[in-house]
């Protein structure tokens, strides 16, 4: 079928789906059989809820960070535009429940970080004053409780 869009989550029917979740966004095959998943790490509900700048800049950075240390293959994890969720995207054929259980372990952690957040300073960050570590930790254990209680799925 025809897609109105290039972007895949442009297609996406926000008013479908139910935040928290993770969501399997597209997946690539290069020439040489290279595989590389993306997906969309949705925290708040679009359209209602949404984190805010420094909440979500402070999540990126522990995310990104420590998200390396749960698992292998990390490509990028960048937060959308509309301050809902995170792009992640991963070498490999993955699956949201793989992927579900890494994210789990890492946003346990960062709901009771009580350490230096990395890279905040002028010379390691383009936007470093705008940090919020309280709002991260909030954003974080909501995480966790929501998917906790109804599972990764989008729908
Ligand atoms: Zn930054």
Known sequence: MEKKYNVDSFNLDH????????????????????????????????????????????????????IRDEMEGVIDLSPMGCRTGFYFTVWGDRTEE???????NVLKKVAVWDKPVPATTEEECGNYKDHNLEDAKLYAQKWVDGISQKGWSAF
């Open 15 to 66: 008013t479908k789906v139910k935040a928290p979740f993770v969501r399997l966004a597209a997946k690539k095959v290069g020439e040489k059989g290279d595989i590389v998943t993306k997906f969309d790490i949705r925290f708040t509900q679009p359209n209602k809820e949404f984190m805010s700048t420094g909440g979500i800049h402070t999540l990126e950075h522990l995310m990104a960070e420590y």
């Open 98 to 104: 793989e992927i579900a259980n890494h994210l789990m």
